[in-house]
């Protein structure tokens, strides 16, 4: 399905953005994961840089940075002379991926309560807000999106930058998997262990804050393995 036939598609124009504003990276970004992860635009589906440029308004190059970064976070896969494609893991990469994770995100939770300031832990708190509403809303993108986004923010907040950009290769792909292995939205709802968690960090409390990540991807490689 190219960008073209997702234009006439009566789902697209949540894509779009207010008229009159000039969109950027960080304004697209968000729209386009969405609708991959909602497979508006399904999987393995292609679509042209031209195609995503007329649908938002902007020039190919804003597109392709755009692309780059869905790249780079392995999300669509970028070969040359080819259309960009979504990208498509499999129950082993899933298992992988979710190995990967655990490893890396003990070290981040536990760097995290030993460096969380108050700001940073009620960021935490506000996002995990925005998560639960769009779970109520059912929104399922955006709540697959925003609960990713929570561990990138805690990746941050431990102030390890080569552990940073390792999860942000890992996450948006895991967001990726979530929707394509999962039914529904309301069957992930992990914001209350996020909730958890933060709690955990606010207190300083390592080992629990470590035991309920450990729990939490458990959780979700359960969900995501048990169909496959």
């Not at 729209?31 to 190919?60: C, H, K, M, N, Y």
């Not at 080992?207 to 496959?228: C, F, G, I, P």
Request: charged share 20%.
């Amino acid at each position: 399905m190219t960008a073209h036939a997702l234009q006439r598609n009566p789902s697209l124009p949540a894509l779009r953005l207010v008229a009159g504003k000039k969109p950027s990276v960080d304004d697209i970004y968000p729209r386009l994961f969405d609708a991959i992860l909602e497979q508006r635009i399904a999987p393995s589906s292609r679509f042209t840089e031209e195609g995503l440029g007329e649908t938002f308004g902007v020039s190919r190059s804003v597109i392709r940075r755009v692309l780059a970064k869905l790249s780079h976070q392995q999300v669509i896969i970028l070969r040359p002379n080819q259309r960009a494609q979504v990208a498509a893991p499999d129950s082993l990469q899933a298992r992988q991926i979710l190995e990967a994770r655990r490893m890396t995100e003990v070290t981040v939770v536990q760097l995290a309560c030993a460096q969380a300031t108050p700001t940073q832990t009620r960021q935490l708190r506000e996002l995990i807000a925005r998560e639960r509403e769009c779970i109520e809303r059912d929104q399922r993108g955006p709540a697959i999106r925003l609960s990713g986004e929570f561990h990138l923010q805690l990746a941050a907040i431990a102030g390890n930058a080569p552990l940073a950009q390792f999860l942000n290769s890992l996450v948006p792909l895991t967001s990726l998997v979530i929707a394509q292995f999962e039914a529904k939205a309301c069957t992930y709802c992990a914001w209350q262990e996020h909730v958890a968690i933060v709690d955990a960090i606010e207190q300083r409390d390592s080992n629990t804050a470590v035991s309920l990540m450990t729990q939490h991807l458990d959780h979700l490689e359960s969900k995501l393995l048990k169909h496959h």
